[in-house]
């Protein structure tokens, strides 16, 4: 599998990332983001998902962290664009993450045709300035790595139980990515053939 690492500095921020599969239950992830919450969500993405994060941001925070969480998710998209570029991944996967009372559908297809379909199906308001960081963030990652995305919430009770049942679907989904031995690609890519 391949191995790929991204540095990206911008305005009073500076940020490496690298990324691989692993093969054993030793994820040996080292996530420091100066988010202790997108730390640990992270660190579960890199859990389920079986991909060796390593990710190191260094800077101060300008104003809020919207900059902050949008850079890390172009840098993250750019790592998983090279991942998905260079290695054979099944296009389509899904998965369904229970977190206590809450409950996310995560529906990924490696189509090269980025967007975040994000809906909200829960009773419960989502307004939530934690949630729009998310949200910021899988929008840039999308957008970084041609992937489509569908992000379904189905049930809310807290939003830190959300946060990372949207963050666990997602690395299932990869991994079931990564994992299949199925390859379907885009039928439009296949030549036409008529019949006189």
Not at 147 to 165: G, P
């Amino acid at each position: 599998m391949y191995n790929h690492s991204i540095r990206r500095t911008t305005f009073g921020m500076d940020m490496v990332g690298s990324i691989c599969p692993t093969n054993n239950n030793n994820n040996t992830s080292v996530i420091r983001t100066r988010s202790p919450f997108l730390n640990h969500i992270l660190s579960q993405w890199s859990a389920y998902s079986k991909l060796c994060l390593k990710f190191y941001c260094i800077g101060g925070i300008i104003a809020d962290y919207h900059h902050t969480f949008a850079d890390i998710g172009t840098v993250l998209g750019m790592l998983l664009h090279n991942l998905i570029r260079k290695n054979n991944l099944f296009r389509y996967s899904t998965a369904i993450v229970p977190m206590d009372g809450s409950l996310v559908r995560c529906c990924i297809d490696l189509s090269g045709r980025p967007g975040l379909h994000w809906t909200n199906n829960a009773k419960r308001n989502l307004f939530n300035p934690t949630l729009e960081l998310i949200y910021t963030l899988l929008n840039s990652l999308v957008w970084n790595s041609n992937m489509n995305i569908h992000i379904d919430i189905i049930k809310l009770d807290s939003v830190h139980h959300v946060s990372e049942a949207i963050f666990k679907s997602f690395g299932v989904c990869l991994f079931r990515s990564m994992n299949s031995i199925q390859n379907i690609r885009s039928t439009k890519c296949y030549p036409i053939t008529n019949w006189n």
